[in-house]
């Protein structure tokens, strides 16, 4: 059973970069684990912002970017606004499943 | 626009069964994967069920066996079959567009959930 960590909680200022991100039991992370990455504030359903990686759908803020590194995969939010306090989750896809992380609370303050 | 709707949430007993639907639009719904993910109140997400074109189906091991993915094209609908729950099966679930096809995203439109308790 592959187990899929982040970072619990994160803290970043406003107009800050803050870098989450997404690690596998089963080794690198690599671009056939096609990771994606979700966004939930509280009461919400989860909203898609990244996916195979980097993609950004056609509502993702350009302030997001996904990568790897590290053999991890990243999310990377540059210059952070307030309405990005949220908890955000990674999903790995391995060996026919799909796999969530227990996701990370940023904090903007 | 592409919208996800699901229903059949509700109270259940313990060893009870449960059948959730998600009524889909706006899109070609034969052509896509479609997944279940689940959430306990304050805790993440997990992943559930997913079925594909052809209706094969996948399952991590906390519900196989137990639940049963399956999808009728012809009304756009997608179903979770869930027998012999147990408490800590209580959650809201939602339904999740999967992959299209191409370079199509995917897990990129939810349904706004269906809260399901399993108490006695």
């Known amino acids: 059973q592959t187990v899929v960590t982040q970072e619990p909680s994160l803290t970043v200022s406003p107009g800050g970069t803050v870098t989450l991100t997404c690690a596998s039991s089963?080794?690198?992370?690599?671009?056939?684990?096609?990771p994606n990455w979700f966004q939930q504030k509280p009461g919400q359903a989860p909203r898609a912002l990244i996916y195979?990686?980097?993609k950004k759908h056609s509502w993702t803020p350009a302030r997001f970017s996904g990568s790897l590194l590290g053999g991890k995969a990243a999310l990377t939010l540059s210059g952070v606004q307030p309405e990005d306090e949220a908890e955000y989750y990674c999903?790995?896809?391995?060996?026919?499943?799909?796999?969530f992380g227990g996701g990370t609370k940023l904090t903007v303050l | 626009e592409v919208q996800l709707v699901e229903s059949g949430g509700g109270l259940v007993q313990p060893g009870g069964s449960l059948r959730l639907s998600c009524a889909a639009s706006?899109?070609?719904?034969?052509?896509?994967?479609m997944h279940w993910v689940r959430q306990a109140t304050g805790k993440g997400l997990e992943w559930v069920s997913g079925?594909?074109?052809?209706?094969?189906?996948?399952?991590p091991g906390s519900v196989k066996g137990r639940f049963t993915i399956s999808r009728e094209n012809a009304k756009n609908s997608l179903y979770l079959q869930m027998n012999s729950l147990r408490a800590g099966d209580t959650a809201v679930y939602y339904c999740?567009?999967?992959f299209g096809g191409g370079d199509s995203a995917i897990f990129d439109y939810w349904g706004q959930g269906a809260l399901v308790t399993v108490s006695s």
């Open positions: 195979s990686t980097m």
């Open positions: 706006g899109f070609t719904f034969s052509s896509y994967d």
């Open positions: 999740a567009r999967g």
């Open positions: 999903l790995l896809y391995r060996g026919g499943a799909w796999v």
């Open positions: 079925i594909d074109t052809a209706s094969n189906t996948y399952y």
């Open positions: 089963t080794g690198a992370v690599t671009s056939g684990y096609y």
